[in-house]
């Protein structure tokens, strides 16, 4: 939607939407193979709509879809404001490419604006490198770099990161916001933060209020309605006995509304999107002094826990990736899990040293992770698999804390080896439903190229 959006922005800009008689869009890689699945097809049509995913209501994406399924025409940029053009184009006009694999990156893009002879009137070529990241061809990625000249902490690397917080004596979190001091002014910084953990816990409680089974054939069936029920009964007091089973709720939830095509945070993708507000979830129900917070308390240990997530989070973009059509799901959940138990380890007390363990033992053990989703939907076995990774979160960010900090294998030595494994990995096993659970249950995805 991203980069759809971004095409017709430009193609405005330059004073062409009067002349756009036609389009042509051109998936390639994982985004022609599991597109339909994942939503990328209709995505497409409300980027060349002008709709943005951060803003976008579920309702507003619905209604719009089902007019451009209705009429079979996209008003390219009406979001954008005028001018706009109507024109004949629908999901059936995407062109697939699923088995070519550009040299980027496999999830490609071309768009095109076509004149009343078809001859192009503006062309791009794009990338979703994941997190809703998108490159261009020619340009840099996108998005807010790790490292970069304004700021006091520049860092591409764990020992740096580290190298930066004990030569200032701050934490992995106070680093990171220091960094973002130097972009955005510090009320807009928190009420960032604020709104992320906001959307987050929207997220999960409108899944806790749908019925029926999963969109998209495969029959999968809602557990957050039921679950949540049957744990308020048997658990209403919060014991720390259930803590594990509140978590794998929460991370159920949030991934059953990304299966219902619901608005979630990429953290730091929509498949691994329940990882994070699950480890949140317990940090802010289940620490030792959780009980005794205000609001404001509360929110200011929500953003340390963000911020220390996303410094770790920065790693794997700068150094590996985190898109699972690259280097499998260990790219997603496993960088998910990872960031999860940075934060954790941080608001419950740890050294920079022991939050990076806490960041490596979670890789270490989702080292290998294939993304093979049954039908190309993000259902089967992502949304079980976040909960399982949260749990994984938990139990790192524990195991670092009862030590010191010291350890044979470094959090950027497991970022290497993550990145090598990706490569290494066929490329039936990331994100083209070819392989593993996706051909075992089910039926697979039509990978003929059109």
Not at 195 to 218: D, F, H, Y
Not at 320 to 327: D, H, P, R, T
Request: aromatic share 4%.
């Amino acid at each position: 939607m991203r980069a759809a959006r971004g095409f017709v922005d430009r193609v405005r800009a330059a004073g062409l939407v009067d002349r756009v008689a036609g389009l042509r869009v051109e998936l390639t890689g994982s985004l022609a193979a599991t597109g339909r699945g994942h939503g990328t097809f209709t995505a497409v049509l409300l980027g060349l709509e002008g709709f943005d995913p951060g803003t976008v209501l579920p309702d507003e994406a619905d209604r719009a879809l089902a007019r451009i399924r209705s009429e079979g025409t996209v008003r390219l940029a009406a979001e954008l404001g005028s001018p706009t053009v109507e024109l004949d184009f629908g999901v059936e006009d995407l062109v697939l490419r699923p088995l070519t694999v550009l040299p980027r990156h496999t999830n490609g893009m071309r768009f095109a604006a076509l004149d009343a002879s078809a001859a192009p009137l503006h062309e791009e070529l794009a990338y979703s490198v994941g997190g809703g990241f998108v490159v261009r061809e020619g340009e840099e990625e996108s998005g807010e770099s790790a490292a970069g000249p304004a700021e006091p902490y520049p860092f591409r690397t764990a020992a740096e990161l580290l190298a930066h917080a004990r030569g200032s004596g701050r934490s992995i979190a106070e680093v990171m916001l220091a960094n973002e001091r130097s972009r955005h002014e510090e009320r807009d910084i928190q009420d960032g933060l604020a709104r992320i953990w906001q959307v987050m816990e929207a997220c999960k409680n409108s899944a806790l209020t749908r019925t029926g089974p999963l969109p998209g054939g495969l029959g999968v069936r809602r557990r957050a309605p039921e679950w949540h029920r049957r744990l308020s009964e048997r658990d209403p007091d919060r014991d720390p006995r259930y803590w594990q089973e509140w978590i794998n709720l929460v991370a159920l939830a949030v991934n059953e509304e990304n299966a219902s095509g619901g608005r979630v945070v990429t953290a730091p993708t929509n498949g691994a999107a329940g990882i994070i507000p699950a480890v949140l979830f317990y940090a802010t129900h289940y620490h030792p002094e959780a009980a005794g917070w205000c609001a404001a308390q509360r929110q200011e240990v929500v953003g340390e826990f963000l911020l220390a997530a996303a410094a770790v989070g920065a790693l794997y973009r700068e150094q590996a990736s985190i898109s699972g059509a690259e280097v499998g799901c260990q790219g997603e959940v496993g960088s998910a899990s990872s960031m999860a138990a940075a934060g954790l380890a941080q608001v419950l007390g740890g050294t920079p040293e022991q939050v990076e363990n806490a960041a490596e033992i979670a890789m270490e053990h989702n080292l290998g992770l294939t993304c093979d989703p049954v039908g190309g939907l993000v259902q089967i076995p992502c949304i079980e698999r976040n909960a399982i990774a949260a749990g994984k979160a938990v139990n790192a960010a524990n195991m670092a804390l009862m030590g010191d900090g010291s350890h044979h294998v470094s959090l950027d030595q497991v970022i290497a080896t993550m990145r090598e494994t990706g490569k290494d990995m066929s490329d039936k096993y990331k994100e083209t439903a070819l392989g593993g659970l996706a051909v075992r249950v089910g039926v697979g995805v039509n990978t003929v190229e059109c």
